[in-house]
Nanobody
Framework: VQLQASGGGLVQAGGSLRLACAAS????????MAWFRQAPGKEHEFVST????????YYANSVKGRFTISRDNTRNLVYLHMNSLKPEDAAVYYC???????????????????WGQGTLVTVSS
């Protein structure tokens, strides 16, 4: 699966952005999609995941209530709607895909087989 993330940019604190991840090369049916982020000098941090078939979602506590993950099955797209952005949300955001869903929500990078190139989100205070 090839993943292409887009939608990053500069936004003021309190603002919104929508990230998109386009998947190609293989069906995502039965898999999981996720967003991770990495701030300078930090490890990859789990943000959110969605199960492709059922649409069930899971969020990190730090973004719950502010971010929404969704998918468009017909277009093989996954979105991350980010509202009420804070300076601490600034990072490079990566989309990731797992071929083959787990019974649990996959929240660690090692559980994902495919990664996009990342899109930079900058939040000014």
């Amino acid at each position: 699966v090839q993943l292409q993330a887009s939608g990053g940019g500069l936004v003021q604190a309190g603002g919104s952005l929508r990230l998109a991840c386009a998947a190609s090369g293989r069906t995502l049916s039965g898999g999981d999609m996720a967003w991770f982020r990495q701030a300078p000098g930090k490890e990859h941090e789990f943000v959110s995941t969605i199960k492709w078939n059922t649409g069930r979602t899971y969020y990190a506590n730090s973004v719950k209530g502010r971010f929404t993950i969704s998918r468009d099955n017909t277009r093989n797209l996954v979105y991350l709607h980010m509202n009420s952005l804070k300076p601490e949300d600034a990072a490079v955001y990566y989309c990731a895909a797992r071929i083959g869903s787990l019974s649990i929500f996959a929240t660690t990078p090692d559980l994902y087989n495919n990664w996009g190139q990342g899109t930079l989100v900058t939040v000014s205070s």
